[in-house]
């Protein structure tokens, strides 16, 4: 039986709420080229995003991690705040949740520094209570340790909790967590290892949430 209602959403980042992939491709290869390392396509390093960081290191790069962490936010901190683009009705469902008293927050794979960067950047600082970037946790998604500490932060009940993510590693941490997830298409693919995960709603798109949290408030 589903609860009264959902008083908490997490989202996910990229992918979610926002395309930063132009940012995301400039940093990693400005990362890559500093390590000796030939630049990848845009097309190689997109099905990453969202995904932890060193998944596309260990890909296309061997070595010290340490150094193209510390190389891809030299760059990133300003190219992938530059390129953060709102995906289609984020704005609108975030703004549209907020005025319906529902609680939201951000988990994700990005640096906390940049999250800020980018949430101030797209006018989202008054709707978002809380944050988590991925040096935030000791470990990152699928593990479900940064969802477990938004809920201690927002003292919000998991079942009345709703994360919305794009990729499998969300639909992991999440179920981790004990958290019902609504899973929406990503786009930059992976859309096959997201379903095969199991979310409990899949959404076309984002713009549908609103409704679906309306559905749950009714019990249906």
């Known amino acids: 039986m589903f609860p009264a209602n959902i008083c908490t959403i997490i989202f996910d980042l990229d992918g979610t709420l926002i395309d930063s992939a132009d940012g ?16 990848r396509k845009r097309e190689e390093i997109t099905p990453y995003i969202g995904y932890p960081l060193e998944d596309v290191f260990r890909a296309f790069g061997d070595g010290d991690y340490t150094e193209y962490l510390r190389l891809f936010r030299e760059c990133g ?6 390129a953060s ?18 609680t939201l927050a951000v988990g ?19 709707f978002i209570s809380a944050f988590l970037g991925a040096d935030d946790v000791i470990k990152v998604k699928p593990h479900p340790e940064q969802f477990l500490k938004l ?13 919305v993510g794009d990729t499998a590693n969300d639909v992991l ?11 929406v298409p990503s786009p930059y693919g992976r859309n096959g290892e997201m379903e095969q ?5 899949k959404l076309t798109g984002l713009e549908e949430l609103p409704d679906l949290v309306g559905n749950i408030r009714h019990g249906n």
């Open 24 to 39: 995301i491709v400039e940093s990693a290869n400005y990362a890559f080229t500093a390590m000796g390392f030939p630049p």
């Open 77 to 82: 901190d300003r190219a992938v705040v530059e």
């Open 85 to 102: 683009r709102a995906l289609p009705g984020a704005d609108c469902v975030i703004r549209t949740l907020f005025t319906r008293g529902v």
């Open 108 to 126: 994700t794979t990005k640096s906390r520094t940049m999250t800020g960067k980018i949430i101030e950047r797209l006018g989202w600082t008054s």
């Open 151 to 163: 809920l201690e932060m927002l003292r919000a009940d998991p079942s009345r909790t709703l994360v």
């Open 173 to 183: 941490a999440a179920h981790g967590a004990g958290i019902r997830i609504a899973a």
């Open 197 to 201: 995960s199991g979310p409990d709603y």
